[in-house]
């Protein structure tokens, strides 16, 4: 008969699994704080931020992308030379990676700073220098030169600035002419370098978007204030 007054002592009982989580991990308030602190060290999906709802940002991310292929393709018709290789492309290169670098934080952060809004501007840069480039770019020249130096034969034929549409759009349709009216418009840019075509577009796409951007706060900023204007008038009563 059991004395209810005196239980029996019970068991000491093995805990099922080691307290120390058998080395493997850490447990406590301490081992939750460093997973965290680690999710939140890392950036989310590439260049994504559903809370930055600035589309602008993204564009500019995208003309640094452009300026960054740009600078690993050729500058002219020997497809050895790339641009990084170059003083020029390296220079661009630098431009684009800030470009892609500090607006990826500026997604990530969801705002702007100094440091993005100053290589934005010195894109300005490859867009002055590739419009230049535009500019004096003779294609028969450039042909002339690159079949004395080897790179095309002789009987290499490029499109001028005044046949080159014509030529893109015989080059589009089925017909005898269409495989030489291709061959033609591409030596006429790989003539000129390819990559200079992505440096200056990318430069050229964020410059539209940070104008565009002044000129769109500016207008906001005079409709606030009209609005405001109207709001502190006092109505007249009737």
Not at 143 to 152: K, S
Request: charged content about 15%; hydrophobic content about 50%.
């Amino acid at each position: 008969m059991t004395d209810a007054g005196n239980p029996p002592e019970l068991a000491t009982l093995e805990p099922l699994e080691p307290l120390d989580g058998g080395g493997a991990a850490a447990s406590g308030p301490a081992a939750g704080d460093s997973s965290l602190q680690a999710l939140r060290s890392s950036l989310p999906a590439p260049a994504f931020n559903p809370f930055c709802r600035d589309k602008t940002f993204y564009r500019f991310l995208f003309a640094g992308v452009l300026m960054l292929l740009g600078c690993l393709m050729p500058f002219g018709v020997d497809y050895q030379q790339l641009g990084y290789k170059t003083m020029s492309g390296a220079c661009y290169l630098v431009i684009a990676v800030a470009m892609v670098w500090t607006w990826w934080g500026a997604i990530h952060n969801n705002r702007s700073t100094t440091a993005s809004l100053k290589w934005l501007l010195a894109s300005a840069i490859p867009l002055v220098a590739g419009i230049l480039g535009l500019v004096a770019y003779d294609p028969e020249a450039a042909l002339a030169t690159a079949q004395q130096a080897g790179f095309l034969p002789s009987t290499a034929a490029v499109s001028t600035w005044k046949t080159l549409f014509a030529d893109m759009f015989a080059a589009g349709r089925p017909s005898a002419e269409a495989a030489q009216a291709a061959a033609k418009v591409e030596n006429f840019w790989r003539l000129h370098g390819v990559g200079k075509i992505f440096v200056l577009v990318g430069a050229l796409v964020a410059e539209l978007g940070f104008f565009g951007g002044v000129l769109g706060g500016a207008k906001k900023n005079k409709q606030d204030k009209k609005a405001m204007q109207m709001a502190a008038t006092p109505r007249k009563r009737r």
